[in-house]
């Protein structure tokens, strides 16, 4: 079973909301991934933990806020967000982050702020 | 500069046909992986197929194959038989090996993808 999975899968929230995004995966993968995509671009790394440890944050704003709450689960808590950051939100995981292992991504929260 | 180029913003192919998508990186690191990820328009990113810096063969997967050219730094997707459900964004990927704890450890950097679309 190599799936991710996400929810919600659309999400529309002003500015002023507090909401979060929520992954998982159930394939023991000790690595799990945030990116951010605008439409017709690459996805951009937000956050990567590995072994529930936070490794990498790519400067990303504080307004996102990433949690790892054990192996399986990855949430990203949004506060007080700006008009672009509307993009589709994907979640990825891998064996670890230090192997060449792929990582499988879940089908994405796509995000609208108004 | 940018570590992975994909030069063709959109290709187009006839159904049955085959189809290479290009791909050339950069990198100073001799430990690296390569990914190619297709991704339709429902927007799920979707594995396709791997290639080690240090594997000898070229990747293959069923339908998919890696043209991997070391010493050109090119990283070609090879589709054969192509399908009209084959039509979606195609991106090109590497991982560089780093060092453990590094700033770039575990970081997957994308190509700009190129747009496959297959003709019946």
């Known amino acids: 079973d190599t799936e991710v999975t996400q929810t919600p899968k659309h999400l529309v929230m002003g500015m002023t909301n507090k909401k979060s995004l929520k992954c998982e995966q159930h394939?023991?993968?000790?690595?799990m991934y945030w990116y951010k995509q605008k439409a017709k671009k690459p996805p951009e790394l937000m956050f990567v933990?590995?072994?529930?440890?936070?490794?990498i944050n790519e400067s990303v704003p504080s307004r996102f806020s990433p949690e790892c709450p054990n192996s399986s689960l990855l949430n990203l808590h949004l506060h007080a967000l700006q008009p672009e950051d509307s993009a589709l939100y994907l979640c990825?995981?891998?064996?670890?982050?230090?192997?060449?292992?792929?990582?499988?991504f879940g089908p994405g929260t796509r995000l609208t702020v108004t | 500069a940018q570590k992975i180029t994909q030069t063709q913003p959109g290709m187009f192919v006839q159904e049955k046909e085959a189809v290479t998508l290009d791909c050339t990186y950069d990198?100073?690191?001799?430990?690296?992986?390569l990914f190619w990820y297709k991704q339709p328009s429902s927007g799920e990113m979707i594995f396709l197929i791997y290639?080690?810096?240090?594997?000898?063969q070229n990747a293959t997967e069923g339908r998919y194959s890696l043209n991997f050219q070391k010493a050109r730094k090119s990283a070609n997707l090879v589709i054969s038989a192509s399908q009209l459900g084959d039509s979606a964004m195609y991106f090109c990927?590497?991982?560089?090996?780093?060092?453990?704890?590094?700033?770039?450890?575990?970081?997957?950097?994308f190509g700009q993808g190129t747009i496959l679309t297959v003709h019946p």
């Open positions: 990825a995981s891998s064996q670890d982050s230090q192997g060449s292992g792929e990582q499988y």
């Open positions: 394939m023991g993968h000790r690595a």
């Open positions: 933990y590995s072994y529930e440890k936070l490794s």
């Open positions: 990198t100073s690191d001799p430990s690296y992986g």
């Open positions: 290639q080690g810096s240090y594997d000898q």
């Open positions: 990927a590497m991982r560089e090996g780093g060092n453990a704890g590094g700033t770039s450890y575990g970081k997957l950097t």
